[in-house]
C-alpha cells in the first residue's frame, strides 16, 4: 500500500474552479491506477476519474468535461482540475490508488488498496 494525503479542497461559487492534490508518501505512482472518488452527505461513494498506469483516464459521466485528471511523476502527485463548478459536486474527495486494477474495475472503488483521508469541497449556489 502507499500512503496518499489530499489537499486543496475548499468553499467556492457556482461556475468557479478549483484543483486537488494527491501526493504519496516514500514513493511513485508509476504503475499504479490513480482516481478520485467523491461522498456527499447521506448518499454513497462514487467514482470521478481515474489515470490508469499507462496513463489513460477515465470520468464518470457528471463530470466529464469539466473535470481533468493529470499526473506529475517528478512530485510524485496527481492532480484534479476541477472547472464550472456546481453545487452538486459538493462533497468529500478521496484519492485513491492500486496496482493491477483491470479496466473493467476502474470505476470500482473496492478495486483500490489505499486511500487518503479526504478533503471538503463545497460548492454554493
Known amino acids: 500500500q502507499v500512503q496518499l494525503a489530499e489537499s486543496g479542497g475548499g468553499l467556492v461559487q457556482d461556475g468557479e474552479s478549483l484543483r486537488l492534490s494527491c501526493s504519496a508518501s516514500g514513493r511513485t505512482f508509476s504503475g499504479y491506477t490513480v482516481g478520485w472518488f467523491r461522498q456527499a452527505p447521506e448518499k454513497e461513494r462514487e467514482f470521478v476519474a481515474t489515470m490508469r498506469y499507462n496513463g489513460y483516464t477515465y470520468y464518470s459521466d457528471s463530470v466529464k468535461g469539466r473535470f481533468t485528471i493529470s499526473k506529475d511523476n517528478a512530485k510524485s502527485a496527481v492532480y484534479l482540475q476541477m472547472n464550472t463548478l456546481k453545487p452538486e459536486d459538493t462533497a468529500v474527495y478521496y484519492c485513491?490508488?492500486?496496482?493491477?486494477?483491470?479496466?473493467?474495475?476502474?470505476?470500482?472503488?473496492?478495486?483500490?488498496?489505499?486511500w487518503g483521508q479526504g478533503t471538503q469541497v463545497t460548492v454554493s449556489s
Open positions: 485513491a490508488a492500486g496496482s493491477g486494477i483491470i479496466l473493467s474495475n476502474v470505476r470500482n472503488g473496492a478495486a483500490y488498496a489505499s
